[in-house]
């Protein structure tokens, strides 16, 4: 009988919350509120053909650069397999640098060489 007592007790405050939360007046009023027009795109969105002569360049037996890093007139590209490939900016004179065991970030400064992270 205790036990019912409490149930009730308990369901009588939660249905006062309820209507409290659900019945009482706010001082809130809805307002309409209009989208402003889309600009399209303009300004640091607009149509650039900046990157429409681009070339792609195949690493061989490697997938994937994460990171590239121009140094020195070499781009050192970091590759999904752990390695660090070096090549020159068209491509050519591929070669392994390192292989890490893991997959490699790099950083590099106008004053410093490039360094893993």
Do not use: F
């Amino acid at each position: 009988m205790r036990l019912r007592s409490v149930l009730l007790l308990v369901a009588l405050l939660v249905a006062a919350a309820a209507a409290y939360l659900l019945l009482w007046p706010v001082p809130i009023q809805p307002a309409v509120w209009s989208a402003p027009a889309a600009p399209g795109y303009s300004g640091p969105h607009r149509v650039n053909e900046r990157l429409a002569a681009l070339k792609q360049i195949r690493i061989e037996g490697e997938s994937g650069p994460e990171h590239v890093v121009m140094r020195d007139g070499w781009l050192y590209a970091a590759v999904t397999s752990g390695a660090i490939v070096r090549m020159r900016p068209d491509g050519s004179e591929q070669a392994t640098v390192i292989r890490t065991g893991g997959r490699p970030g790099m950083r590099c400064s106008r004053t410093s060489s490039a360094r893993l992270q």
